[in-house]
């Protein structure tokens, strides 16, 4: 069995808490530092549901994710490497990292897949807090309670209610953040030296980045290099539908614009990068001059593969 970020090992056994307990008939004696595993059936109509804690999803990027999971197969490698972490709050788990990934799985629509094991990791307990869940979910960067308008293209990320949050995975029930779109696939070009930025050791990287995107091209033309890119990088993604249907998104007119981002990341103007108050960091981070060097190691991050760290990018 692949070792979780809280695996240790004692006495030549590799003892990983909470092994071999369930989500749904053990929920009650969860813990912090706990892992059980489940079905991503049992996870959406089981008594203790998993829930999203960010309400602006990518369409466009979970649409790429889902082909982790395609054939089934390569979903059954990533499902057993890969864990959900989760915050406990209430009766249910609160997906705290990896919402494009739920959401790619869910746009499988195959159902022998989510009848296959889904490990489950426990990173915070806030049962006990009540009504002060969500203010505790936000303290503790376990949740971005921030929408979009998704129909233009030049909205910015406004606060949304708790009470208005999607309560499943069907991605058409979440708005359409194209920005965070964007984010994904300008980080995951094939030349990696020229890559957006880096997988810096921050919360909610990526949609800092998606709030840089939308304000450069729609607001603050001096971020680019040189005048007039702006004006037509709006054209570009002025041609990327909006709301698209998950059954017919073009990927690689999405990579295609992501390409021209990329002078964008890299202009000496984006350094230091102001964000509003309501990110946890004051400035952008990641960015870098090409060609990029190595992401940095972020021990302990949510959302990690299983026996490999990644970053804090939820």
Not at 1 to 12: E, G, Q, W, Y
Not at 149 to 154: P, T
Not at 190 to 213: I, M
């Given at each position: 069995?692949?070792?979780?970020?809280?695996?240790?090992?004692?006495?030549?056994l590799c003892l990983t808490p909470g092994l071999g307990l369930q989500c749904d008939s053990d929920f009650d004696t969860l813990k912090a530092g706990d892992t059980c595993t489940s079905t991503w059936a049992k996870l959406n109509n089981g008594p203790h549901r998993l829930r999203a804690t960010e309400p602006s999803i990518g369409w466009a990027w979970a649409v790429r994710q889902m082909e982790d999971f395609i054939p089934k197969e390569k979903g059954a490698e990533w499902l057993a490497t890969h864990d959900f972490p989760v915050a406990i709050g209430h009766s249910?788990?609160?997906?705290?990292?990896?919402?494009?990934?739920?959401?790619?799985?869910?746009?499988?629509?195959?159902?022998?897949?989510?009848?296959?094991?889904v490990t489950v990791t426990v990173k915070r307990d806030l049962r006990t807090a009540g009504a002060d869940f969500w203010h505790q979910m936000t303290l503790h960067n376990d949740a971005f309670l921030y929408s979009i308008?998704?129909?233009?293209?030049?909205s910015f990320i406004t606060p949304l209610h708790p009470?208005?949050?999607?309560?499943?995975?069907?991605?058409?029930?979440?708005?359409?953040?194209?920005?965070?779109?964007?984010?994904?696939?300008?980080?995951?070009?094939?030349?990696?030296?020229?890559?957006?930025?880096?997988?810096?050791?921050?919360?909610?990287?990526?949609?800092?980045?998606?709030?840089?995107?939308?304000?450069?091209?729609?607001?603050?033309?001096?971020?680019?290099?040189?005048?007039?890119?702006?004006?037509?990088?709006?054209?570009?993604?002025?041609?990327?539908?909006?709301?698209?249907d998950p059954n017919d998104v073009d990927l690689d007119a999405w990579f295609n614009a992501a390409q021209v981002l990329l002078p964008l990341c890299h202009s000496p103007a984006v350094e230091g990068y102001q964000l509003p108050s309501f990110f946890p960091d004051t400035t952008v981070q990641g960015w870098s001059a090409t060609p990029m060097p190595h992401d940095p190691n972020c021990p302990d991050s949510p959302g990690e593969s299983r026996g490999e760290s990644e970053q804090m990018v939820v």
């Open positions: 069995m692949a070792a979780t970020r809280f695996a240790r090992c004692v006495s030549l249910n788990l609160f997906l705290v990292d990896g919402h494009h990934h739920a959401y790619g799985l869910q746009l499988t629509g195959d159902e022998d897949l989510w009848d296959l094991e308008d998704d129909s233009k293209h030049d009470a208005a949050m999607q309560t499943d995975f069907i991605l058409t029930n979440s708005a359409d953040n194209i920005w965070r779109s964007l984010a994904g696939f300008s980080g995951h070009v094939d030349d990696t030296d020229n890559r957006c930025f880096l997988k810096a050791c921050s919360f909610f990287l990526e949609y800092a980045w998606a709030q840089v995107f939308t304000d450069a091209t729609y607001h603050n033309s001096s971020l680019w290099p040189s005048s007039g890119h702006d004006v037509a990088f709006r054209t570009i993604v002025e041609a990327l539908p909006l709301r698209p």
